[in-house]
């Protein structure tokens, strides 16, 4: 090999941009044989451009690729592929309605005998590569759609194994995993990585970054701004070069909680939720973490009205209520921003007004007749009032970046003043910088005297936007701290359902 | 920085020219149509009769596709409207014989409709069976019932004020033209501009969205299927009045038709939802298709073949249209 192809992969002064605005500026990536290479950046710094360049969807405006010292052009995804490119997407990474022997050996490399599926042969093969990957126990025969999420990336994994991928592209691989399951997957890459093959891995959780990844290149508007060795930096170095400021300036002051108790529940019961009593004064965040599975999600949806309870009660502002629609919530000012963005938060096809209005059309009808100028206005406030990074009201939430979208259901929320407001997860995905100016509408609602309650996987969250934190195991409360000055973990035991030691 | 800004302003306005283009093929397909056959027999086509006979052809059409478009913002369809149609106007026609009064009558017959309606509305919202299924159900009921209550002859004899409805004009133009047009309006309007509008179509975006929003989805969707049931009734009522007799299977065909009306006005849409306005146009093209074939001499059988493949066109080519942009 000569010393140009010490990079499996090289691309040099990419440049890409849409609508006249540069999505990639002059970005130089180089991908070295054997390694783990993380690319960061917030939501919108080009991390997905340029991975659609590098696949081959997005033809580069102008700039130069390498594949092993060699030029090359990809002309769409299947050149790309047979090159060994591959990138698996989080959402894409299998067909669900076929075997998992189907989705290791999908396309062109299907086994024949007689014009007929060599179904045995078929078998055969994919059951090789799983053993390659130590996940001989995922049945191929089994439709793929049914495995575990973590089974379903290893499937993926293992079709891009099977094309004899060079360069392996995962973007959010985590994302719907559990810790266990991570680290199942992390073992996979280091073997793929000890074989030779290059990953590229994009996540956001920037733990796993440094657990997994040997160097990092880290994105911030469409430009490179930097490539370092993942042991000769930091968490925070990381973040401030993402977001060119510091970690600790994320999270908005504590404000001081009321005196009177905004919401009480006692002995709440229902799927998953098993005897929890808790109150949120008015003025004050509460946290709540723990393992998914925890319940916890579940106790938000009952809060909300959008699942049943089976006992217990619900007291808003002294009021029993006990209410069991999201519309009855609703109605007693408790309003739930759920934990699915794009399929439980925003209507992706519609505009950023209808998606506000349809959580406000009591409040901007009359006589049941609500006119577009009430609509437009109402969007208009929550564009400015929000920042919403918008071409306007008639913009179609779909177009928006995962982190403008979130603005959007949080809007449509926050424009019925809620008196208790329920977060799920409420800035899963979305870059650092949004993150911080979603803690700050968060913490400026509970300074207008509304209760909180946040519920949040990451514990570094929780301990800073939170007054206070309880901690769910298994449907149970499992412990309570006060934010301030909280242990992760500590916290962590609890989510085990352990007493702290 | 400036520059930038006027080269995404120059693109914007390229990608929405080019939307336009795409969005408005169905339209230019339309005008197409109108002007072929214009050109091929103008002496009879272009004439204001004729331009007559085709609203008046298609306005139980009309009025069934702009129901079936509320339906279909909502995200289900509705394939029992041509049935319910057809009984609703054997229901009209039965309850004229039997002596009652001309809006007694009418009543009755909507009431039927809407009850048809509601049993798909509860069997779709609230049993959550799939609108095809329990649609396909209801219409092969609502058909037999049909036959029971004409007891597979032909009614007729209704009294003349009555068929004044679907025969007699105004302004010229036959009233069945009005009726439509009022429907339309009033679908357009109500799915535009009030809340339970909205609701339909953020139930039809994405129901869960809308539940989480405070939005009771079951009641919305209910509410939608109701309307559609209605609305046939009414069809069916025009169309009994405009025959000046009933039979147990008057109305069947109006269903695919109106179905495919919906579809092809769904390439108008930039999203490829169900609007009204696409919806009538819909209605144009098959009106037109058909009666340019006819006054051309081509015979019914080829024309429900170019009908099909026309439908298929248009679709593809919205289709083409939106790869090309995103």
Known sequence: MSTASQYVLEARDISKHFDGVFALNEVDLQIRTGEIHALLGENGAGKSTLIKVLTGVYAPDSGTMHLEGEGITFKGVSSAHKAGVVALYQELSIVPNVSVAENIVLGDDMPTRAGLVDWKELRRIAREQLDRLNQGQIPVQRMAGRLTPVQQTMVAVARAIAVKAKVLILDEPTAALTDHEIQDLFRVLRNLRAEGVAIVYVSHRLEEVFELCDRATIMRNGRVMTTTDVADTTIREVISTMVGRNQEDLFPTRGIPGASTAVEIHNLSGQRVKDVSLSVKEGEVLGIGGLAGSGRSELLRIIAGAQRHTSGRIVIDGQETNHKSVAAALSHGVALVPEERRSQGVVLSQSIGENIAVGNLTSISKWGLVTRARIKSLASNSIAELQIKSRGPHQTVGQLSGGNQQKVVLAKYLARNPKVLLLDEPTRGIDVGTKSEIYGLIRGLAAKGAAVIVVSSELPELIGLADRIVLMHEGHISGEVSAAGADEEQLLSYCYGRAAS | ?326
């Open chain 2, 1 to 326: 920085m400036q520059t930038r800004a006027a080269a995404g302003e120059g693109a914007r306005r390229y990608t929405s020219a080019l939307g336009a283009m795409k969005s408005g093929g169905t339209i230019i397909g339309f005008i197409l149509l109108v002007a072929v056959f214009g050109m091929m027999r103008p002496e009879v086509f272009l004439t204001f009769g004729n331009l007559r006979n085709v609203l008046e052809q298609v306005a139980i059409l009309a009025i069934i596709a702009s129901v079936q478009t509320v339906v279909m913002v909502v995200g289900n369809f509705d394939l029992s409207v041509g049935a319910t149609a057809s009984l609703s106007g054997a229901v009209v026609a039965q309850l004229l014989i039997g002596g009652q009064g001309i809006a007694v009558a009418i009543a009755g017959a909507l009431v039927v409709g809407a009850l048809v309606g509601a049993v798909n509305g509860y069997l779709t919202a609230y049993l959550k069976l799939s609108a095809f299924v329990a649609t396909l159900a209801t219409m092969t009921s609502v058909s037999g019932l049909a036959f029971i209550v004409t007891d597979g002859t032909t009614l007729f004899g209704l009294p003349q004020g009555f068929m004044s409805l679907g025969q007699g004009r105004w302004l010229g133009l036959p009233i069945p033209i009005f009726v439509a047009i009022a429907i339309a309006v009033m679908v357009w309007f109500v799915l535009r501009n009030t809340t339970i509008g909205r609701r339909w179509h953020a139930v039809g975006g994405n129901a869960e969205v809308a539940k989480l929003s405070g939005v009771h989805v079951n009641r919305v969707r209910f509410l939608a299927f109701v309307v559609a049931g209605a609305g046939a009734a009414l069809a069916g009522v025009v169309l009994t009045s405009r025959l000046a007799s009933a039979t147990a299977t008057s109305g069947d065909s109006y269903m695919l038709l109106a179905i495919a009306a919906v579809f092809l006005g769904m390439t108008i849409s930039k999203e490829g939802t169900a609007n009204i306005g696409g919806t009538l146009i819909g209605v144009g093209i098959l009106g037109v298709l058909s009666n340019g074939l006819n006054i051309i001499g081509v015979s019914t059988y080829v024309q429900q073949f170019l009908t099909g493949i026309i439908i298929i066109a248009a679709v593809a080519f919205s289709r083409l249209g939106n790869k090309g942009v995103s």
